[in-house]
């Protein structure tokens, strides 16, 4: 008859080779999660740098639409322009700095 404590060891032992497995593939699936996370960021910031520059060459359109027509208000397109120019002394002051 076997020792029902040696049984229990290899029971144990199996378990706890079992459980390295699983937390090596674990950790092998952290890494590619990692990776993929950091080439969604890489993606991420390379459609927000083409949408803040989508939005401004809108704005710009827009603009230029709206002083070639001259079909808006006069004051609206006062008011763009101003802010444009607060832009541009924004940038100024920045740059003397």
Do not use: H, W
Not at 41 to 67: A, C, G, H, I, P
Request: proline letters at 1%.
């Amino acid at each position: 008859m076997t020792d029902p404590n040696s049984e229990l060891i290899v029971e144990l032992k199996d378990k706890i080779n079992k459980l390295i497995a699983r937390y090596k593939g674990l950790e092998a699936e952290v890494r590619l999660l990692e990776e993929e996370k950091t080439q969604l960021t890489e993606q991420l910031e390379l459609v927000n740098k083409d949408y803040t520059n989508l939005e401004q060459r809108f704005n710009n359109l827009k603009l230029t639409k709206d002083l070639v027509s001259g079909t808006t208000e006069a004051g609206d397109t006062k008011k763009r322009i101003n802010q444009i120019v607060r832009e541009i002394d924004k940038c100024i002051a920045l740059l003397n700095r």
